[in-house]
Every structure is written in structure tokens, then in C-alpha cells.
């Protein structure tokens, strides 16, 4: 899993790839990610060169190695098939609600109104909103 900020999903692959110190053509993944968020993405090396504790070893997921290198990869495991736009389906997101002057108690009905017509669209799962936040 790369995780990565304010990079493009491209620019973060030419990064990993100089990391590991292999050809970028040998990372794929699904489908570019925000490059203004700090966001997660599955990646497969293909090479058949690379050992996959030399991928573990690179592997620092670590808040202070994100800001600094502004990517890390953590969850190394051995992959079947290469990647390919379209191959996964579904994101989910975490979103922190804070509004000011409002109870944990008032966010929680002010989005369970809000929420409700998103559970009911199809290709849309909503779970149990959790203290501050609402995973969708």
C-alpha cells in the first residue's frame, strides 16, 4: 500500500520506484488518487527481480517520513496480478466533522438526516457514525 501527499499517484510511483530502485514500469495501480490529499492506494511490483523483503525493509509508515518524503509504503504482501485502471471498486472515506458551537450529540442528528438520502442511493455504503467522525 502506498500512502501518499500532495503528490500526484505518478509522481509518487516514479518515487517509490527510485526507492526501490526499479524500473517505474513495473508498479501498477488503479486509478490516480488526489493529489492534494493524503491518500492510500494499492500498488503491485511486477518485477521479477525484487525481493519482497527488500520491499519490506523500504517500508516506514511513519507520520514523520509522510511530511518528510511526503510518501511511505506500508502492508507489504505478495500480489497475483498486476493492476489495472478499473480493477478495484470502492473507496472508503473517513471524514472529521467538527462544527463549532455544535454537541457531538447535534453533529450526530445533523448528519444522520444528511446521511440518510446517501444510504439509500446505490454504490453507496454508509456506516454507524462514529465519535466526530462519519465513514462513507
Do not use: W
Not at 30 to 57: E, F, G, L, M, Y
Not at 69 to 88: E, M, N, S
Amino acid at each position: 500500500t502506498l500512502v501518499k501527499m500532495r503528490l500526484t499517484s505518478s509522481a509518487a510511483i516514479e518515487m517509490v520506484s527510485r526507492l526501490l530502485r526499479i524500473d517505474a514500469r513495473f508498479l501498477t495501480y488503479c486509478a490516480n488518487k488526489d493529489r492534494t490529499a493524503r491518500s492510500c492506494q494499492k500498488v503491485v511490483i511486477s518485477d521479477p527481480n525484487i525481493d519482497i523483503d527488500h520491499v519490506r525493509r523500504c517500508a516506514t509508515p511513519d507520520e514523520r517520513v509522510l511530511r518528510d518524503q511526503l510518501f511511505f509504503i506500508k502492508d507489504v504482501r505478495r500480489a497475483t496480478h498486476p493492476l489495472r485502471k478499473g480493477f478495484l471498486e470502492g473507496n472508503a472515506f473517513t471524514l472529521k466533522i467538527s462544527i463549532p458551537g455544535m454537541t457531538k450529540t447535534q453533529i450526530e442528528g445533523y448528519l444522520d438526516e444528511r446521511l440518510a438520502t446517501i444510504r439509500s442511493r446505490a454504490g453507496f455504503a454508509v456506516d454507524a457514525i462514529k465519535p466526530g467522525s462519519s465513514r462513507v
